[in-house]
């Protein structure tokens, strides 16, 4: 209790006089006048330390050793003193209050006042000293409190400066795009391979995004793509990059077509030299058209952020540019400066690097109000100064830049999208000389007869019905004006041309004269004629040249960009309000590259869906483009739309679809840890049980040990049927299924060192999906490549000899009802059954409670998601459950409730059905109207299942989603 | 609110050698009157004294105590206090008997009541004293004992202090 006199005795143990001493164990009175030490007339040696405060607990067995400090005689004078000390402390201890609460308490019920603690003159005189100094220390605990939370008014905050300065913080981090205000206004944002980026809109569009898609136009800022540029010798470049590339899978860097200028091209990159194992992931690249002949070339390689961690060191390793070259200090530049003179070893970060500086000198002396203003950071704003950006090779030539961040790049899909492009760009008209870069262009004859062409080109393009009628990969170079100075005033939907051509066609021809509708016509056919001719060979190489590629005059664009604030400015200088700028603004030219971006390009039906094109600009001009672009009536995707694209083109996505990219490693493991965190964040009892559904791993696809065990019983097959051969008893299918019958194979057994593959050989997949193909289908044109080989056992084994480690990335769709009854051909058409599994893991779960209260729910386990599901074949036998077998593996770390522990058993034979693979993504298909799911399976499983199904029913598998017990049938299809 | 009542003893300690005061401890006393209290009232008094029984204070100098009884059964234990012949501590028996004082209902009271009586018991003593020293001291004493600017100057520091030890 406070203030209460605590026991005045000798302590029980000798030792502890010391440590007692500083208790002032006589109450506390005994600091003041009194003072322990005058109690007794003894030494004090012995007297203050004896005073020892608190209770002294314990008995002490050798209580001999106490007599030495014990006085040995008492006197009149210490008896009074004893008696005077208590007595002073009894008086304090009965003066004080002795509750805890503050002084307004202590005051009897009518002396308390309103607002005593405010106002001290209201408490007795006796109290206010000490209220007054219970105020003060509050009103100095409150004013520090104060200081630390200190915040500025929104008003300052939202000044346009204060704004940007928390704007540049906040990109520090977490590089912005261009238009990341816009997204974050709109969209859900994420925090993804260090950007920010709009994952999907807050407002509910799924189908309308499908619909603009499949109709009209969806956008999207792709900004956050890496480009790499690479400059050097033809033949050189090609050498070094020869060694990443192989020709098995499709078309390299050396393609003619691309290596021309005119088409953007896609290949899958390797590490050097191991071809086909270790693939970094997918790019795109664009090789900029011949100047005059010259051999010296520049490429652009456009990678997703993940690659290019992976991808730099590798091209600097390939090319031999270990030379970093250190970024000069660049003085400033201002705006109005001109760099006309080509200067490629120029920093591009030159403005940003300025940028930053600024910013850090601003916010040192902010409140001088001297540094100068802020700016907006253009570019990666992340990434230092010092680090080097460009690479240079002594032996070999070859430069490489990073130019990340330098070039916007929008997407637009849907087949209407080049009229929304038409309706937004307008090509650069000519201007006065000036010392800006077009007026300098405009001089030259040759670069305004290349322009004009350009421009003649672009305007066909306005005549065509469908993007998707271009040849893929189209490359056109252009300049624009500035599009904010043909912004609408309302938001538009922009309609393809041809429709109206041809409507004001029809309207002439009823009403005009017969000579001018002759005239029409003519050249209407001449356009025609231009049309088909782009259609068909696509744009010339001439016409692929953009200023793009040049870094002086991008810089300069982006220098010289004029601000929105000026830009309104002008405006309403406008004699009549809202009319255009009549003398277009000299800085409003911007060379821009147009490249065509394929649709569905594998299967037979829906082709070319998904087409569009994809807009490059230099850097600075983003919003300057987006808002047009918006106001021409586009839907805006986010990262789940492009996912949704992808998955209705059939093509794999890349971080989800490259599980073998490091980069796909990475993104499962993050995939794995997010859907854990969800499934733990569920109670218990809520949670799915995925043991008793027979979901081995649902978080994650373990396609390693699927690939090895599929090896395995590939293996064991072989040799049994080489032992069958001599003892010639049963055809060489029979044996197959009697082995996966017979066999569990332990994960033990066999560890090969080799990883899985993804099979991406043309050639080979070609076959394959010419085997899975049922020979006689409705609805499905004869396949395309005549000579397949027919599917038989010494086929199937050449081909896993080769493949055997490999999985093939597929396409399941659901059958429909009419499908199902062909299939079966009975009356029944359910599908099969899963019978629910038994948790062996409960008891023990269970055994863990009892014994310890604590739950294992820390444990960070590496079981994750998979949106998978298992693939059991349709045809294979039952299997006898192996669960018993593998029950008794080794004590798990930890365990979690309705998910295996970690070492798996063996995945294939776990369920009744075979499991072949698991789906990576799944969903219903508004393009194919039936459920679609993507995903890989392993090729040994699939030829042996093929193998053993007959020939009408092909190709045709089960499906199970992981939270449910039954199996639905669905189509493989493989498409090349 | 209920409150739980109790009665506060307050005992003075007598012995016939005062250095053997010096030894007493809270422990033993409580343990002398829970085992004087088993012998004259059985198994009952004991269990009454496992409640509501503790030694509130003890002063090893002036041989007093607070004892702390529950309300309900104060007379039954106080009953079985004469019987106190002996307490032992560390191993030694000291012979001493229990002289209870003053009853309280809260320990405010007997606090008040120690001072009336301690002061009372130097103000006896004062006349009684042998030679001049001692008188001088039972004086200063009796002195120190009253409320004095000083006594209240004390106080307060002692507040500051401790209000910044809660900083």
């Known amino acids: 209790m406070r203030n209460q006199p605590v026991n005045i005795q000798y302590p029980s143990s000798p030792l502890t006089e010391e440590s007692s001493t500083q208790n002032g164990g006589d109450t506390p009175v005994t600091g003041g006048g009194g003072g322990p030490s005058n109690i007794h007339p003894l030494p004090e040696k012995l007297n203050s330390p004896h005073h020892k405060g608190g209770w002294v607990r314990g008995h002490q067995k050798d209580g001999g050793s106490y007599d030495k400090l014990m006085p040995k005689y008492i006197t009149a004078g210490a008896f009074a003193r004893a008696r005077a000390a208590e007595v002073s402390t009894m008086l304090k201890a009965v003066r004080k209050v002795t509750s805890s609460c503050q002084l307004f308490a202590s005051l009897p019920n009518h002396m308390r006042r309103r607002a005593m603690s405010h106002n001290t003159k209201r408490y007795p005189r006796r109290l206010r000293d000490m209220a007054n100094r219970l105020r003060e220390k509050s009103l100095q605990a409150c004013s520090k409190k104060k200081e630390q939370t200190k915040r500025q008014s929104r008003k300052a905050r939202r000044r346009h400066g204060n704004l940007l300065l928390e704007f540049n913080r906040r990109q520090r981090k977490n590089v912005w795009l261009e238009t990341h205000i816009w997204h974050a206004k709109r969209f859900h944002m994420v925090k993804k391979w260090g950007y920010c980026l709009g994952d999907r809109p807050t407002y509910k569009c799924y189908r309308p995004c499908y619909r603009a898609m499949s109709n009209h136009c969806l956008l999207q800022d792709l ?61 795109t690249f664009l090789w900029r058209p011949r100047v005059h002949g010259s051999t010296h070339r520049q490429l652009w390689i456009w990678a997703h952020p993940t690659i290019k961690q992976d991808l730099l ?41 300025a940028m930053q500086i600024h910013r850090t000198k601003r916010k040192r002396n902010c409140k001088d109000a001297s ?184 810089d300069n664009v982006t220098d010289n960009k004029i ?38 390009q594998v299967g037979h039906e829906m082709n070319s869906w998904g087409a569009g094109w994809d807009l490059l600009l230099p850097k600075g001009w983003g919003m300057a483009f987006w808002v047009p672009l918006v106001y021409r009536g586009v839907r805006i995707g986010g990262l789940n739309m492009s996912l949704k ?37 569920r109670p218990p009892a809520k949670r799915t049980n995925y043991i008793k559904h027979g979901c081995l791993a649902p978080f994650r696809c373990p396609w390693q040990q699927l690939a090895e065990e599929w090896e395995l019983i590939t293996r064991e097959g072989r040799e049994e049927r080489k032992r069958d051969s001599q003892t010639q008893t049963k055809t060489g299918a029979d044996t197959v299924t009697e082995v996966e019958m017979t066999s569990h194979p332990d994960i033990t057994v066999t560890k090969p060192p080799s ?18 193909r049922p020979t006689t289908s409705k609805g499905q044109r004869p396949c395309r490549v005549g000579e397949v080989p027919p599917l038989d056992s010494s086929a199937a084994t050449s081909f896993l000899t080769e493949h055997g480690m490999s999985l093939v990335w597929v396409r399941l769709s659901l059958l429909s009802k009419e499908d199902l009854r062909l299939l079966s051909n009975k009356s029944d058409c359910s599908s099969p059954q899963e019978p629910p599994h038994k948790n062996h893991f409960n008891s023990r779960l269970k055994c863990r409670k009892k014994g310890s209260k604590k739950l294992a729910t820390t444990s960070s386990s590496d079981k994750t998601e998979g949106s998978g599901s298992d693939l059991p074949s349709a045809s294979e036998p039952n299997l006898t459950s192996v669960e018993d077998a593998k029950s008794s593996s080794e004590t798990p770390t930890d365990l979690i409730f309705g998910l295996w522990p970690d070492p798996l058993p063996s995945i294939t034979s776990h369920c009744s059905r075979v499991t072949l693979g698991w789906v990576t993504q799944g969903d219903f298909s508004l393009s194919a109207g039936c459920g679609e799911a993507l995903g890989f399976i392993s090729v040994a499983g699939l030829i042996s299942t093929l193998l053993n199904q007959p020939m009408e029913h092909r190709g045709t598998l089960l499906l199970r989603n992981p939270t449910s017990l039954s199996y639905r049938f669905a189509k493989i299809n493989i498409e090349v | 609110m209920v409150r739980l009542k109790a009665r506060y003893l307050l005992c003075e300690i007598n012995v016939s050698d005062r250095n053997h005061l010096l ?44 004892l702390r009884f529950p309300k309900r ?72 004992c009253s409320l004095t600017q000083g006594n209240k100057e004390a106080y307060d520091d002692e507040l500051e202090s401790e209000e910044d030890e809660e900083e």
Request: glycine residues 6%; positive net charge.
């Open chain 1, 313 to 353: 060191p590798e091209l600097q390793s390939v090319c031999q540019c270990c030379e970093a070259v250190v970024p000069p200090v660049v003085p400033l530049v201002t705006p109005a400066e001109v760099i006309p003179t080509p200067e490629p070893e120029r920093r591009p970060e030159n403005t940003p690097e």
């Open chain 1, 563 to 600: 601000s929105e604030q000026e830009l309104n400015r002008m405006r309403s200088e406008v004699l009549v309000p809202g009319s255009r700028l009549s003398p277009t603004p000299l800085q409003g030219r911007v060379p821009i590259l147009l490249v065509h971006q394929p649709g569905k």
């Open chain 1, 371 to 554: 540094g100068p203003p802020a700016k907006k950071i253009l570019g990666d704003g992340k990434r230092s100064p010092s680090t080097p950006v460009t690479w240079r090779s002594n032996s070999t030539g070859i430069v490489i830049n990073d130019l990340t961040m330098e070039i916007v790049r929008y997407r637009l899909i849907g087949p209407q999208s080049h009229s929304v492009l038409a309706e937004t760009l307008e090509a650069a008209t000519d201007c006065d000389p000036s010392t800006l870069w077009w007026p300098e262009h405009c001089k030259d004859e040759s670069k305004m007869n290349l322009h004009r062409q350009q421009v003649d080109i672009f305007n066909i393009l306005k005549d065509i019905y469908s993007s998707g009628e271009l040849p893929s990969g189209t490359v056109l170079g252009l300049t624009v004006d500035d599009p904010r100075l043909t912004l609408p005033t309302k938001r538009v939907k922009a309609l393809p041309c041809v429709k109206q051509l041809h409507m004001s066609l029809m309207l002439m021809l009823v009403i005009q004269a017969h000579a001018m509708c002759l005239c029409c016509v003519f050249l209407s056919e001449v356009d025609e004629e231009k049309r088909r001719e782009l259609m068909l060979r696509g744009v010339p190489e001439l016409c692929c040249q953009s200023f793009l590629w040049e870094r002086s005059i991008r």
């Open chain 2, 73 to 144: 059964c104060y007379k039954l234990l106080w009953s079985a206090l004469p019987f106190i012949t002996s307490i032992e501590t560390h191993g030694q028996t000291i012979p001493c008997f229990l002289n209870c004082v003053h009853v309280g209902g809260t320990i405010r009271t007997c606090q008040k009541f120690l001072i009336r009586y301690n002061t009372q018991q130097l103000r006896r003593m004062l006349p009684k004293c042998k030679n001049e020293e001692e008188k001088q001291q039972i004086r200063k004493a009796i002195l120190n």
């Open chain 1, 645 to 681: 694209h992808s998955q209705n083109k059939a093509s794999p996505h890349f971080p989800h679809d490259y599980p073998d990219c490091p980069a796909g490693i990475r993104f499962q493991e993050e995939q794995e840890a997010e859907l854990l965190d969800k499934f733990k964040r």
């Open chain 1, 755 to 772: 990883r899985f593959a993804v099979l991406r050989n043309r050639k080979s997949l070609r076959l394959l999906s010419g085997w899975c």
């Open chain 2, 23 to 66: 030894r007493l401890t809270d422990t033993s006393i409580s343990a002398a009157v829970k085992t004087t209290v088993a012998r004259i009232h059985g198994d009952y008094g004991r269990a009454l004294c496992s409640i509501g029984f503790s030694v509130k204070y003890l002063n090893a100098h002036t041989g007093t105590v607070f």
């Open chain 1, 223 to 283: 900004s956050y793509y890496c480009c790499i540029e690479l400059q050097g010798e033809e033949d050189k470049l090609l050498a070094s990059l020869s060694q990443m590339t192989s020709k098995e899978a499709g078309p390299t860097f050396a393609a003619a077509l691309c290596i021309s200028g005119r088409r953007q091209g896609s290949v899958v990159l390797y590490r050097a030299g191991h071809y086909p194992s270790q693939p970094l992931g997918p790019v």
